[in-house]
């Protein structure tokens, strides 16, 4: 059955990478993000390849900062009246910002990572999960990370932020329980996206060397877990799903080989 599958940071990474999943699977989807350049462009590939379903486009984009919390609920409430009732919301916008010890962090870089990161969350889940419960139904992902599960040197404030999504995600499943609505943590390991370019502020060549002598994980394997967990049947949620790179063992344990 077709959903309607709301994606937070959908122009690059995991979420475009989701995007083009769930259009492949017959679904219709909303892009957000900020960079409106990017989401228009994705907008119009997926409505090119994909066209309509019953009548109606199979895409539809959204130009959204998750940390704006009136700009979350004004541009929720304001989707057309085919777009408003979502089945699935993927909360995946996200980033690291910084790779220093505590004492040499840029509180800038802090504020970024706890405004986007867990209060983004709560932000568009707010807005989108009271029409879930009026429908009695509904699915919430959110992407986690292994810095969730344990901590790194250097990760400090990251790692805080994505502790505090695992704990969001066991809390919403509690709260949601009474209402039908399924509540997904996938936690995934180091994975090769533009998420280092923007940690390392930009620096190409210190983005690169973290993902050199192995195979790290693609936009397209959380892709795939996402599809998986959509589409289990009714009674069944997974609500944990921790994946790495075959070679990364824990955030510090990574087998490279080297040349
Ligand atoms: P990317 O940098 O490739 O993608 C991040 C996405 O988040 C972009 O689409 C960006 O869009 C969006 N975004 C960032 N800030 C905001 C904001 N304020 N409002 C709306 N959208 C925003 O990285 P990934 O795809 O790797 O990251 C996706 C998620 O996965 C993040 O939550 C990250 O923490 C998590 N993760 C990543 C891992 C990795 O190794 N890559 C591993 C584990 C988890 P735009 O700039 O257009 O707004
Ligand atoms: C991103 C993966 O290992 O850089 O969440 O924290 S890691």
Redesign the pocket.
Known sequence: MSKIILI??????????MARRFAAEGHRVIL?????D??EALRRELEGLHGTIAGNTVVHAVH?????RSGVERTIAALPPEWQAIDVLV??????AGFDPIQDGDPDDWD?ML???VK?ILHVTRAVVQGMIARNGGHIIN??????KEVYPKGNV?CA??HA?DALTRALRIDLLPHGIKVTQ?????????????RFHGDAQKAEA?YKGFE??H?ED?AELAHYVTALPPHVCVNDLVVMPTAQGSSVLVERVSG
């Open positions: 937070t940071g959908a122009t690059s990474g995991f979420g475009e990478a957000s993000g900020r960079r409106r990017r989401l959204m900062d998750v940390r704006d909360n995946n916008a996200g980033l690291a970024r405004d986007t990161n983004g992407i986690g990370s292994v810095a969730g990251y932020t994505k999504v996938i936690a995934p390991g180091l994975a090769e996206t533009e998420f280092s370019i923007v973290v790290p994980l936009g959380i």
